[in-house]
Nanobody, 128 residues
Framework: QRQLVESGGGLVQPGGSLRLSCTGS????????IGWFRQAPGKAREGISC????????VYADSVKGRYTISRDNKKNTVYLQMSALKPEDTAVYYC?????????????????????WGQGTQVTVSS
C-alpha cells in the first residue's frame, strides 16, 4: 500500500524558514514525480513545486520561485521542501503527492497528479 506522510509544518514569523518532509512507503519515490501543493482557507489547492521522476528536474510556481527549494533523498525515500523568506500569504495546509510518469512534471504541478496518492497534509502558519 502506497502512503505519503508529511511533517515539518508549524508556526513561523514572517521572513522565517521551515523545511517540510514527505516520506513515502510502499513504493520507490524516485521513480515517481513528487509534488507539493498547498491549500489556504477559502482557496483552491495549488501546485507550488514538483520534482521529476525522470530526470530530477524541478518546477516552481511563480509565487514561491527563489524562496522555496524542492529536493530528494533517495536513501530515505523522502522529498523535502525548504521554504525561506516566508510571508503571511504562504499560510496554508501543505500536501505532498505522487504521480506516475505518464504525465510531465510540469503538467503535474499545474493540473495535479495522475493518481490519488496524497498525504494527510501539514499546517504552515506564517504570523507575527
Amino acid at each position: 500500500q502506497r502512503q505519503l506522510v508529511e511533517s515539518g509544518g508549524g508556526l513561523v514569523q514572517p521572513g522565517g524558514s521551515l523545511r517540510l518532509s514527505c516520506t513515502g512507503s510502499g513504493f520507490t519515490m524516485d521513480e515517481w514525480h513528487i509534488g507539493w501543493f498547498r491549500q489556504a482557507p477559502g482557496k483552491a489547492r495549488e501546485g507550488i513545486s514538483c520534482i521529476s521522476g525522470v530526470d530530477g528536474s524541478t518546477v516552481y510556481a511563480d509565487s514561491v520561485k527563489g524562496r522555496y527549494t524542492i529536493s530528494r533523498d533517495n536513501k530515505k525515500n523522502t522529498v523535502y521542501l525548504q521554504m525561506s523568506a516566508l510571508k503571511p500569504e504562504d499560510t496554508a495546509v501543505y500536501y505532498c503527492t505522487a504521480s506516475p510518469r505518464i504525465i510531465t512534471v510540469q503538467r503535474m504541478c499545474t493540473h495535479g497528479p495522475a493518481s490519488d496518492y496524497w498525504g494527510q497534509g501539514t499546517q504552515v502558519t506564517v504570523s507575527s
